[in-house]
């Protein structure tokens, strides 16, 4: 596979993990960078290796030596660059989530169509072994008919001026962990596990705010088709940082330990009539499976598990979920 060569909008903290070492394990070019503070772009370059470091943004979506832009910026910044990126015919890897509100997605999945650009959503948790095997045995029975499936994140506080805590910059828990839980309950309602039966519905919503309209808590209740119950808790007032799933059935459970971090702990533990197991499934970043995977579909169009669309759909639900909490959506 021919190296793709990456451009990055922004300096930001994520980038390491979600790209500077995937693309360094897997032969890709980190070949530009750009950011607010052209000082914190030149470390940034320095300290990863990134061979150039532009002036703008624009620079980055415009330069021809770039095939794909990664776009980790804030939450409100996602559509706007995204757009750009498509405009210029590159090949977008976005942070999530995709954009501020299902509005915005909208425009950036019908963009990407038009202009025939490959878009992700990075959702990378969906591509590690662990998640995979868990909604393997999910929707193979193990745990018989499911009756509930639990999303729980938490983490300690960000800092007092960190963009997750800006309505402007499309902050709130909701917005920076639950995405992933209502991701993960779509994605059990895609795949026909018995008991779950088709996509979830939003049923309540409850929230504590930091400032008005930004969550700093925010647990969101769904009910399934096929009789199921699901819930996406997510604090940003936790002491300490945790990422599980549970999935409960008349037969046994599912839990996974660190969805998130499986590089930290692959555990799944599987629990039934015959026992416990548990199963460890490789502590590889999950962002490496997502650029390995993300790399073959802009390379020779390999088929990736949700695209654009799927992205629309789950900002809808976010935007739903907000409304449900009595809370304005981005």
Partial sequence: MTALRIGVLGASRIAESAIVGPAAELGHRLVAVAARDRSRAEVFAERYGVERV?????DVVEDPEVDVVYNPLANSLHAPWNLAAIAAGKSV??????????????????????????????????????????????????????TRIEVRMAMPAPDEGDPRWSYDLAGGVLMDL??????????LGRLGVPGVGGPPSI??????????????????????????????????????FSFTIR???????????DFIRPNHDDGLTVRTAAGTVVERLGTRS??????????????????LPFG???????????????????LSPR
């Fill in 54 to 58: 532009l002036t703008s943004y624009q």
């Fill in 93 to 146: 890897l976005s942070e999530k989530p995709f954009a501020a509100n299902r509005i915005q997605a909208e425009q950036v999945a019908a963009a990407a169509t038009s202009a025939g650009v490959r878009v992700l959503e990075g959702f990378h948790y969906f591509f590690h072994p662990v998640t995979q095997r868990a909604f393997e045995l999910a929707g193979a029975g193990t745990v018989g008919e499911v």
């Fill in 178 to 187: 639950g995405c992933y839980g209502l991701h993960i309950l779509r994605s």
């Fill in 203 to 240: 049923v309540g919503a409850r929230a504590e705010q930091r400032s008005p309209d930004v969550d700093a808590v925010c647990d969101v209740d769904v009910a399934f088709p096929g009789g199921a119950l699901g819930l996406s808790a997510n604090s940003m007032l936790a002491e300490d």
């Fill in 247 to 257: 999935i409960a059935g008349r037969a046994g459970d599912l839990l996974v330990h």
């Fill in 286 to 303: 999950s962002y490496s499976y997502q650029l390995a995977a993300f790399a073959a579909h802009v390379q020779d169009g390999s088929p």
């Fill in 308 to 326: 654009p669309e799927d992205a629309v759909e789950n900002m809808a639900l976010v935007d739903a979920a907000y409304r449900a909490a009595g």
